[in-house]
């Protein structure tokens, strides 16, 4: 009878003076969209998308995504580019591994990345206002509201970080 090695525990919420389990950052690509199309169907199983919609925004813009030590995706975060800015995605997280900071580590990681492409903002969707506290904290202000439907953005970027000194 061969023995298995048991499987890696999956990242548990930690308690005071716990470590985390590693956790690896990384971009997406092209070769990931079928994963990535998953991740995103069970975090948002109330909006399904195709393999080739996921495929479009990592064409058209980037990814990145957070997997666990054996691989298994956590976390994602996508963008694309809009106007003048960045079209920034809700954060895909598994159910079973949200509130462990995922979400703000990928979106600290995407406003960083967008500052050194001097990207001057970054706009985001919602339907309804369930998660307007949790993006509001992050710095997103509303700048759009039709009914349901909420446009929010955040300045990242550009030439209004820059400061103007006097001789």
Known sequence: MTSHPDP??????????????????RWAALTDAERLTKLYAAARPEQPESIADMSDWLEHGGALLLENRTGDLLSALRWREAGEGWLVDRIATLP????????????????????????????????????????????????????????????????????????
């Open 8 to 25: 890696p525990p999956p990242l548990a919420r930690r308690q005071p003076g716990e470590a985390y389990q590693a956790a690896r950052l």
């Open 96 to 167: 079973d591994e949200r509130g462990q900071g995922f979400g703000r580590w990928l979106m600290t990681k995407v406003e960083a990345l967008a500052i050194r492409s001097n990207i001057p903002s970054l706009t985001l969707q919602l339907k309804g206002h369930e998660l307007l506290g949790y993006y509001r904290r992050l710095g997103y202000r509303i700048v759009k509201e039709e009914g349901e439907h909420l446009t929010l953005c955040k300045q990242v970027g550009g030439v209004w970080q820059y400061k103007e000194t006097r001789a």
